[in-house]
């Protein structure tokens, strides 16, 4: 079946490192890909999206690139902030439904 | 301004006693869902519905019942809640247009606790 694997966390980082969180996939067909975050308190927000192979989502600095070959959408950002800290989800499109990974909580420290 | 909301945001209540999550979105959007969040489990949904008077179940259905009377509404509803059913609810919207489920708008969020 579709399935989403995230890595865990949480990730640690210091202010204006490089982050990557990996998130790989299963599915059939071509799925649509997506990375949403979680600010404490609050519910999910879309952060970006591809729909199709090598296309590169992009939003706020971060960046995902679809890779059919490697069934990945990394996330990616450069010179990470303290106010970035929140909890990060991949997701796939599967027949109308969302499938989420488990999560991966990143903490950037001053 | 474009948005999903919830109430309540906290609810505390025993085993058994029936109670219900509102959902509402003032986007027009034909696609509503149900998720709950729990620790290590990410997001895993209850219901859909794909418009009014149409639902469908999710991955987590059992002891969970929605109706889509109005294109705006998407109440949860817990017949007889169990402690298993402590949880944080989602509820999210998305936009015709777009393929069914993609880009989904969030509620902020329900903290059930059932005692």
């Known amino acids: 079946g579709n399935s989403v694997t995230q890595m865990e966390g949480p990730v640690t980082l210091s202010e204006e490192a490089f982050l990557t969180i990996n998130c790989t996939y299963t599915?059939?067909?071509?799925?649509?890909l997506f990375w949403y975050v979680q600010y404490p308190g609050e519910g999910l927000q879309l952060l970006l999206k591809a729909t199709k192979a090598d296309d590169k989502g992009s939003n706020k600095g971060f960046e995902a690139t679809y890779r059919k070959e490697t069934t990945s959408f990394h996330l990616e950002k450069g010179s990470v902030q303290v106010s970035v800290s929140a909890v990060y989800f991949c997701?796939?499109?599967?027949?109308?439904?969302?499938?989420w990974g488990a999560g991966t909580k990143l903490i950037i420290k001053p | 301004e474009a948005q999903v909301t919830q109430n309540p945001r906290y609810l505390i209540t025993v085993t058994g006693k029936k109670l219900t999550v509102t959902c509402s979105q003032n986007?027009?959007?034909?696609?509503m869902s149900w998720y709950r969040q729990d620790p290590g489990l990410g997001l895993r949904q209850i219901y859909y519905?794909?418009?009014?008077?149409?639902?469908d179940k999710g991955d987590v259905p059992e002891g969970y019942k929605v109706s889509r009377k109005e294109k705006r509404n998407f109440p949860l509803i817990l017949e007889s809640p169990s402690p298993n059913q402590t949880s944080l609810y989602f509820c999210?919207?998305?936009?015709?247009?777009?393929?069914?489920?993609?880009?989904?708008?969030f509620g902020p969020g329900t903290r059930l606790t059932v005692l």
């Open positions: 999210a919207s998305s936009p015709p247009g777009t393929r069914r489920g993609d880009t989904q708008y």
């Open positions: 997701a796939l499109n599967s027949n109308y439904q969302l499938i």
């Open positions: 599915a059939t067909g071509y799925p649509s």
């Open positions: 986007m027009n959007h034909e696609y």
């Open positions: 519905s794909m418009n009014v008077e149409v639902t």
